[in-house]
Structure formats: C-alpha cells, structure tokens
C-alpha cells in the first residue's frame, strides 16, 4: 500500500526508535515502504518519512531493494560529499559529508541479523547514510554547517513552507530567552549567597560581590525586556494564554522579588565591606 | 536499638548511611562498612586525569564525617553474609576484615537487623587480557580514571604524551577495554577533556584521538540512546554526539569488544565478527564491572552464594529476572523497592543490585560474544536508590515489619547528566542533559519509550558552569555541611 509522504515542516519527523519485535507488521510496513518508493520513484526511504516511528528503512541497490532493520554502521572511511536530495525537503539539494566504505550491521524483516561490506558505490552509500540520519532522530541538514542550512531553510520559506506557530502561541517564543537568561543570572545570585559558608580570599569575595552588583539590575533589565516583547507577541498571536498581560506581570513580579531577595541577601551576606 | 549495616561509602552507600542515620537519631545505630579511608566524588576525576584538579579536590577523609554524624565506621572490606546467623544465633551477621584503623587484616563479625549492600563494583580489568595485572589491578599498558589514584596516574602519563606530542604525532585511544563495559560517559567526558588540553598546549595537531566502545551506536551511554528537544526540535543523542566528534576531530570505532591489551596495542572483535587491531601511545580504556565478590552462607556454613547473588556478583533484588527476548522487556521488569527476595532485611543500592537485563538493544557478534552496554546505576539514580531504600529501612525499624516500603524505580525516574567536554571557566564546555524515564517504557511511551518533554539537552559554557557548581555542591553536601539535606541526590 502507497503511503503518504511527510514533507517539511511536518514534526512527526522528529523522533523514532529501534525496532523490537518481528512480527508480520514488520514485513507489511517493509511493502509500504517499497510501494511509495515505487510510486514517487524513490531511491530509499525510512518509516519514520512515511509516519511510523522505527529505525528501518529501504535502499534500492541497482534493482535491488534492501530492508534494513536497527542498522548500525560499525567503521567509516573514505569521506568524500554528497550532493543529495530527499523527498522530505522537495526541490532542494544539499552538499553532505558522507562516507564512501562502512562495516554494517542490520536485521532483516524476520529479525535476521546481517552484515554488510560496503565500498565503491557513493550513490549507495550516500543514501544508506541519509537514511540513518531518518531512523535515528534528524535529517540532512544536520550534517552540514549553519549557513548552508540557513540558505535551505530560507529556500523552503520562500516555497512556504516553513514551522507555522498560526493563530496559537508558539510553543516556545522569543521572549522566553530573557526568562530563560533571567533564571540563570537569578540561580548564580542565589548561589552566591552560600559565599559566608566557603573560606574564600577577600578577593575573590569582592568579585562575587560585584557579580551580584551587576546581576540585580541586570535582571530587573532582562524582565523590562520580556514585558515589552511579550506585549508585542500578544498582539501577534491570538488565543495564547501564555501571552496573556497577567501572566507576564506575574512572571516580572516573580523574577524581580527574587531579584531584590538575592540582592538584599547578598548586601548583608556577602558584602565584603 | 536496631542496627543498620552499610557496606559501601560511595555516592548511594554514603547516600544511604546519612540520611538513615539523621532520620533514626541516637536511637539506632548506622554502620558502615568500606575499605576506602576516604570518599571520592568519582565524576571529577576526569579532571584529575588531565591535571586540572588535585586528588585532594575530589576526595575528602570519611572518619571525621562519620564521627560527626555519629556512625560507626569501620574501615573494612566486607567478605561474607550470613542472613540467617550461625549454628548456636539466629541472627544474621557479615564478616569483615580491615583495611586500616591500625587492624589491617584483623576480621571481625558484625551482626544486623538490616542490610544495605552498596559495595560498588569490582573493576574487572582482568576480564581482558593485557588490561588488568593479572592479580585483580590496572595493568600497565593502559591507564583508567575509575578511582581518585588511577586518575592522577593517568594524568602522570597524559603529560608525557602531551610533552611528546611537542615534536611527534601520538595517538591517544579512549573508551571501553571489554564488550560489557559501562560507564562509557566517564569515557566520554575524558576524550574530549583530554581534546582540550591538547588544544590549550598547543599540540593538537600532533595528537590523532580515537574512540573505541561497545556501543552499538555513538551516543547509547548504555541507556540505549535518546532524544534531546531544544525548543522545537528534537535530536538523537547519536546526531548529537557524532556532531560532536567530528566538530572535535575526534574518530570513532564501535561495536567494539576489546579482547587483548598489549603495549601499545589494542586487539578487538566487532560486531560483524571480524577482528583488527589499534595502536596507541596512550590509552584509557574502561573495565568491565563485576560484583566484589562477596559470599552468602546458610546457618550450617554451607555456601549459598549463588541463591542471593545474580552471576555477575551483584545482588537480586525485587526485579524481574526471568530470561525473555529483547521485545518482552518491560519497565516493570526493574525494581522498585530493592529488598532481595528471599531475606526481607538486605537491600542493594547502587552499582551492586543486580539489574533485570539491559537497557540497550542486546547484540552479539557472529561468534557469540556478546557487545553491548550494561546498564548504568551510577550518579544521580544511585543516589536516590540510596535515600529510598534508607527511608524504606528507617521505616521498618520504627513502623515494624509490615512498613510500606519506598520505591524509585528506574523505569519511573528521570535523571540529570552533565558530561564535562573541556574544562576553563570561559572556555570549558559540557553537555546537559536530561532523561526521563532512565529506564524507556515502551508501554507508555510508543516508539523510543521516553517523554520528550522531559529530555532534552545542550551543550555550552553554562554547562560546564554547572558542573564545577555541582562539583562543589555535592561535595558540600557529603560532608554533611549545615543545610545538607536539602541539596538533591
């Protein structure tokens, strides 16, 4: 049976695990994978790019399609860079750092173990290694550097295709980097005050002190931050409980009586003078 | 007055002997039984294994701490069990024989009302030939980071090679010295700590650095991989870590079983069943974990070793140790109270209760040796063993017998991780990460087993930060300084 095909931004993407029993849906989930492949003439495709979240995938060696179950590649050599494509990303290609010969592990539908010598075949290789990349949680893209990656993901924007938060809040935004910087300054503010507990030198008493001088207002600075770029997100985005006014002031509130705690704290604490 | 005996001072033994005898008070009396003079935090060895740390920074002297705390401390190596006494008592006793306290070789008998083994492991570098000395110690072509010792060793031998690496290529090899090895973290953690000296000393370019392991895969840790979230996405630990070695240069072998050490060369059997060879100016290769050897008798003096005790040396406890494949592996195969089954009063925390089977995917090679991780029960896991089993006792002894006993099961506990990649206050780096459950439920959570929303993970500055913090913290703590308990296992 033909199934259909996940294409970027689609998150189902994201996650997959080994297989653990062998029973005949292995073997019908190995059909529907060649089926597709067929179908949308493919030279190798995973499980996890048709929405079933298992480390097996199918590569088409000359006419030969091989199933590949829990593969592992045991040794690597002979690097060299692959142009590939994937049907996950339609219409762009990338250059990739591949291997040309690997030892390989795998099983087969029946749960088989297999082994495998590759070397020679870079179109093989090249594919045999994307599909990895698949069936263990990531694709392509993770293998090459930020600014190749950027010009693809910006290349996919420009076809629309790009993560839509749509009218909901995001679940992660912009604004939670300064929450996020925030509780790191405010964990080291607190630490700090365990100072009197530790024999230091006055001197470097006097550094954590200044820390601590620095860090208040900092915070205070960083819940400004959030307040005002929180405002401008609950513009943007509808029915978002997150972005709602109470509770962001419930968040600069929280953070900034934490703030004057750890500063009075350290006033009276740690203040070497 | 109810005696607890501890045997074993590390993180979940220690874990387990404090906090029993702060919650039972004057009233009851802790012992605890272990051959070390001093208490090591095991995860900074790593930076005495590069010359970044002192021993005198990661260990400190256990017989002030105890008498602080009012335990009775022997330093002793435990040798035997005897749950249910001897020929003229009923009750159940251990025998010990000192190590120090100016009774060296002395042996004793120590009579209990409760148990607890937290003996660690036994570093089983005679598993593979070459590794060990022949006579149960680290042999001499290789180097480990496993004790306080052995990383002052291994640093010792590090700066000869960085010294070398001045004006010829070396070749430093890291990783697992056997098949059924764990802890490849600590291994982990070393290789990219020893990348950074060499990178600070100006001779990376002469120092050719390889991984050789028994995990199947980059990024198993013997917990059979997982996924890290970072705000929207979702990574494999082995992306993860692969991303890694290649931005450090570092090459990798795995589905390793190393089967010889010699000097300057390593022999091993992948997974495929064929065979190769590695050299090597420097390696740290980590041993294999046994049981310490310990021995159970009966009330006659008969030897029941093998009825308390898993074949590996490690102690049976409220698992599931019925032998199933691979794919009827549950989460409730693990255990949850850690009481053994047959003597209500013995426990086992830590490194020393015997897991039900692995965590990671079981392979063998063509030829049947098996090459795969054993399950971690190290670091944070063991310390919360340790307390729970410690209140699950406290509880016996004050609410009787029929106590309800606390659980902390691996399957339903998450687990923090920070793994050192460089050590320098701007310039060091570590890999947080956080895995929830330890032990995946494939039951509850299809697929890989585990809650995404609970593990995620990065590497950076601040990672490292948190390292060193939590270095000093949980030194803090094990020393039972004002405010202990407070700090989390």
């Known amino acids: 049976m033909v199934k259909e095909l996940t294409v970027y931004p689609d998150e189902r993407i994201l996650a997959c695990g080994d297989v653990r029993g062998f029973d005949e849906s292995v073997g019908k989930l190995f059909d529907d994978i060649?089926?597709?492949?067929?179908?949308?003439?493919?030279?190798?495709?995973?499980?996890i790019q048709v929405a079933h979240p298992f480390n097996m995938f199918v590569v088409k060696k000359e006419d030969q399609y091989i199933e590949f179950a829990n593969p592992r590649i045991l040794q690597k050599s002979k690097p060299f860079e692959a142009e590939e494509r994937s049907s996950y990303y339609p219409d762009i290609s990338a250059v990739v750092p591949r291997f040309e010969k690997m030892k390989i592990v795998y099983e087969d539908r029946n749960g088989n173990t297999c082994y495998m010598d590759a070397d020679g075949d870079r179109h093989f290789a090249a594919m045999f290694q994307q599909m990895m990349d698949f069936s263990l949680g990531g694709t392509m893209l993770d293998r090459i550097d930020k600014k190749q990656k950027q010009r693809i993901l910006d290349a996919l924007e420009g076809k629309g295709l790009v993560p839509q938060p749509g009218d909901v809040c995001p679940t992660f935004s912009r604004k939670d980097y300064f929450v996020s910087f925030a509780d790191k300054i405010l964990f080291f503010m607190g630490l700090s005050l365990l100072t009197p507990l530790f024999k230091f030198e006055k001197n470097t008493v006097e550094h954590i002190y200044m820390f601590d001088k620095i860090a208040f207002p900092l915070v205070l600075a960083l819940m400004l931050g959030f307040f005002l770029y929180a405002f401008y997100e609950s513009k943007k985005y509808k029915q978002c409980s997150s972005c709602q006014v109470g509770n962001n002031i419930g968040v600069v509130i929280k953070r900034s009586v934490a703030a004057v705690v750890f500063a009075l704290g350290a006033y009276f604490l740690v203040n070497p003078n | 007055m109810a005696r607890l005996v501890v045997m074993g001072g590390g993180v979940s033994g220690h874990t387990a002997a404090t906090f029993a005898k702060k919650w039972l008070g004057s009233e009851h009396e802790v012992v605890v039984v272990t051959p070390n003079s001093q208490w090591n935090w095991i995860p900074s060895n790593i930076w005495v294994g590069v010359g970044q740390m002192t021993k005198e920074d990661v260990v400190f002297p256990l017989a002030p701490v105890y008498e602080k705390a009012g335990i009775d401390y022997r330093q002793a190596k435990a040798v035997s069990i005897h749950p249910e006494g001897k020929a003229d008592s009923d009750t159940p006793y251990i025998t010990i024989e000192y190590t120090g306290q100016g009774k060296e070789g002395q042996t004793e008998e120590i009579t209990y009302d409760y148990l607890i083994n937290a003996t660690g492991p036994k570093?089983?570098?005679?598993?593979?030939?070459?590794?060990?000395?022949?006579?149960?110690?680290?042999?001499?072509?290789?180097?480990?980071?496993?004790?306080?010792?052995?990383?002052l060793h291994a640093n010792l031998e590090l700066q000869k090679i960085l010294e070398k690496a001045k004006t010829e290529k070396q070749k430093v090899l890291v990783g697992t010295g056997h098949g059924m090895c764990t802890c490849q973290g600590a291994a982990f953690e070393y290789i990219f700590n020893i990348e950074h000296e060499a990178r600070k000393a100006g001779v990376r370019d002469n120092l050719e650095i390889k991984w050789i392991s028994n995990e199947s895969f980059?990024?198993?840790?013997?917990?059979?991989?997982?996924?890290?979230?970072?705000?929207?996405?979702?990574?494999?630990?082995?992306?993860?870590?692969?991303?890694?070695?290649?931005?450090?240069?570092?090459?990798?072998?795995?589905?390793?079983?190393?089967?010889?050490?010699?000097?300057?060369?390593?022999?091993?059997?992948?997974?495929?069943?064929?065979?190769?060879?590695?050299?090597?100016?420097?390696?740290?290769?980590?041993?294999p974990f046994a049981g310490v050897g310990l021995k159970a008798y009966d009330k006659n003096g008969e030897d029941m070793t093998d009825k308390i005790f898993a074949p590996n040396g490690f102690l049976k406890v409220d698992a599931d140790y019925t032998a199933k494949p691979y794919e009827e592996w549950k989460a409730s195969d693990w255990p949850r109270t850690y009481q053994n089954p047959t003597y209500s009063n013995i426990f086992a925390v830590g490194i020393a209760f015997a897991p039900p089977h692995l965590i990671s995917k079981p392979m063998?090679?063509?030829?049947?040796?098996?090459?795969?991780?054993?399950p971690p029960r190290t670091g944070m896991p063991s310390g919360i063993i340790g307390k729970a089993v410690a209140h699950s006792v406290v509880d016996l002894i004050k609410n009787g017998e029929n106590a309800h006993l606390h659980e902390a099961s691996m399957a339903e506990m998450g687990a923090a991780c920070v793994a050192s990649a460089g050590k320098g206050l701007t310039d060091g780096t570590a890999a947080a990460l956080t895995v929830y459950p330890v032990?995946?439920?494939?039951?509850?959570?299809?697929?890989?087993?585990?809650?995404?929303?609970?593990?995620?993970?990065?590497?950076?500055?601040?990672?490292?930060?948190?390292?060193?913090?939590?270095?000093?913290?949980?030194?803090?703590?094990?020393?039972?300084?004002?405010?202990?308990?407070?700090?989390?296992?």
């Open chain 2, 439 to 489: 032990v995946p439920d494939f039951e509850k959570y299809p697929g890989i087993g585990r809650d995404l929303d609970y593990t995620f993970g990065e590497i950076g500055l601040a990672g490292h930060w948190i390292k060193h913090i939590l270095h000093h913290l949980f030194i803090y703590k094990a020393k039972l300084k004002p405010g202990w308990t407070l700090i989390p296992e």
């Open chain 2, 123 to 151: 570093l089983n570098f005679d598993a593979t030939p070459g590794l060990g000395n022949g006579e149960g110690q680290l042999g001499e072509h290789t180097v480990s980071v496993c004790t306080a010792d052995h990383a």
């Open chain 1, 34 to 47: 060649i089926d597709t492949m067929k179908r949308h003439d493919l030279d190798a495709l995973s499980a």
């Open chain 2, 364 to 374: 063998s090679s063509p030829n049947g040796t098996p090459i795969n991780p054993t």
């Open chain 2, 218 to 287: 980059l990024g198993d840790f013997g917990i059979g991989g997982l996924h890290i979230k970072r705000g929207m996405y979702a990574a494999s630990s082995k992306l993860f870590a692969e991303s890694l070695f290649v931005e450090r240069g570092v090459d990798w072998l795995v589905g390793a079983h190393v089967n010889k050490v010699e000097e300057g060369k390593v022999h091993y059997e992948l997974l495929d069943g064929s065979t190769g060879e590695e050299d090597f100016d420097f390696a740290m290769l980590i041993p």
